[in-house]
């Protein structure tokens, strides 16, 4: 079982603030997906990254893959409660994906 | 364009009780996957199948069988169902791997075992 570790677990912030969020793993994935899931429904994807080093921007998003791609980041400038949700990362090994244990992020207007 | 369908959206089964959980998709994926999640938690692999007739373990496949006679049909059975089967269950399907794995989820199914 791979095993991938997402910190925080929880954050509560303003509106407009800056923050981070983490998935580390001990080992390697062929890619990295960051979902965004709203309660009650299925997780929608934000990124795919897949070489080691990569960096994505969306909007107000950046997503990075580490170099040996175990771990991988997400940043959000000011934050607007829109951005309120559960931030999930995936590793893909294989045909298999490994879900982290989730960041819930809740930003106060 | 429905994307993925799961049916039913609530349930809930006494111990020992079995059920079929549906779940179709209609933008012709080869890959299919069931997933659980836990309040609280991130997604668990049930099982996955990379294309009609081939299906696969993943992380926590006992107590749950699957098939997959068609690309758009992928169900998910529960069979002699216990209180540690309660979750929600989600299905998913992609086009394919690495930048082609965009997973679509549906909405999934809320199962209550008492």
Redesign the interface.
């Known amino acids: 079982?791979q095993l991938?570790e997402?910190s925080p677990q929880f954050l509560s912030i303003q509106e407009g603030e800056n923050l981070t969020v983490y998935c580390n793993s001990s080992s390697v994935f062929?890619?990295l997906?960051w979902y965004r899931q709203e309660p009650?429904?299925?997780?929608?994807?934000l990124v795919?990254v897949?070489t080691g080093g990569e960096v994505k921007k969306l909007k107000r998003l950046t997503f990075q893959f580490g170099d040996a791609r175990k771990d991988s980041s997400l940043h959000i400038t000011a934050a607007q409660p829109g951005d309120t949700g559960l931030y999930?990362c995936?590793g893909?090994d294989g045909?298999?994906?490994?879900?982290?244990?989730?960041t819930s992020l809740t930003v106060i207007p | 364009n429905a994307g993925v369908t799961q049916t039913p959206k609530f349930r809930i089964l006494k111990i020992g009780q079995s059920m079929t959980l549906q779940c179709t998709q209609d933008m012709n994926h080869n890959y299919m996957y069931w997933y659980r999640q836990d309040p609280g938690m991130g997604l668990k692999l049930i099982y996955y199948s990379v294309g009609a007739g081939i299906t696969d373990k993943g992380e926590v496949p006992n107590g749950y069988n699957v098939s997959r006679s068609t690309t758009e049909d992928f169900p998910l059975r529960l069979e002699l169902a216990a209180p540690s089967q309660t979750s929600v269950y989600f299905c998913a399907s992609s086009y394919g791997t690495g930048r082609s794995n965009e997973q679509f989820f549906g909405p999934g199914t809320r199962l209550t075992v008492l």
């Open positions: 079982t991938l997402q062929s890619s997906q009650g429904e299925g997780p929608v994807l795919t897949v999930l995936a893909e045909n298999q994906f490994y879900f982290g244990t989730g």
